[in-house]
């Protein structure tokens, strides 16, 4: 079975800096999509980033940006020039493939407070 | 604003009674996905649907179902409500397999 691990439950970071949470995950699949969404105090989920397995690329959406190591089943997003509206919580998701049923699987998540 | 819309925004009941969630996709999007919010078990997947067939069931009670329409608007039937039913309901859409899951604001569901 695929599992989402997030082994920080709460982070923190001042404005302007920068900011690393972590995902790892354990699949069998060679084919899978990758996801941060956040959900800040208004309990929306909002996409912040995706990442397709067989791309080597790493994803980049402004100052959101992903470190996807496959051989690690690492998957971590960067949070650049932190501002106050980053505050949330943020899940790391996954796919297993494009031929089966698409669910999320979702990580714990953790818990991002930005300080002035 | 996703273009995913679920009504209603808010559900207080009393256990054993029975309610339905609706949601909206956006436009163009034939999979309707259902995730339960909730302290204790995180986000789960309920259930999903595309083009109005049932496509696959994750962690759904019995006392729950779903269905998709011809408009493919989809809704949630919840039944013999119990307190542990209280959570975050949220329905997303997506157009197609792999494809970014849009998530609507959630129902959230209060059991008395």
């Known amino acids: 079975a695929q599992t989402v691990t997030q082994s920080q439950p709460e982070m923190s970071v001042q404005e302007a800096e920068t900011v690393t949470l972590s995902c790892t995950y354990d699949t069998s699949e060679s084919n899978y999509y990758l996801f941060w969404y956040k959900q800040p105090p208004s309990r929306q989920m909002i996409l912040v980033i995706r990442?397709?397995?067989?791309?080597?690329q790493n994803a980049t959406e402004n100052r959101f940006s992903v470190n996807f190591q496959k051989a690690a089943k690492s998957f971590s997003l960067k949070i650049s020039d932190s501002q106050l509206g980053d505050t949330a919580m943020y899940f790391c998701a996954f796919i297993k493939g494009p031929y089966d049923t698409d669910k999320l699987i979702f990580g714990t998540g953790t818990r991002l407070q930005v300080f002035p | 604003d996703s273009g995913v819309t679920q009504t209603p925004k808010h559900l207080i009941t009393a256990t054993g009674q029975r309610v339905t969630l609706r949601c909206s996709p956006r436009s163009g999007d034939l999979s309707v996905y259902w995730y339960q919010q909730s302290l204790d078990q995180g986000l789960q997947f309920l259930i999903q649907y595309y083009n109005g067939e049932e496509r696959a069931k994750g962690n759904i009670l019995e006392r729950f179902s779903a269905q998709q329409f011809p408009d493919l608007h989809s809704e949630l039937n919840l039944s013999s409500l119990e307190l542990g039913d209280s959570a975050l309901y949220f329905c997303a859409s997506s157009e197609g397999a792999g494809q970014p899951q849009h998530f609507g604001d959630g129902t959230r569901l209060s059991i008395l």
């Open positions: 990442q397709e397995a067989y791309k080597q």
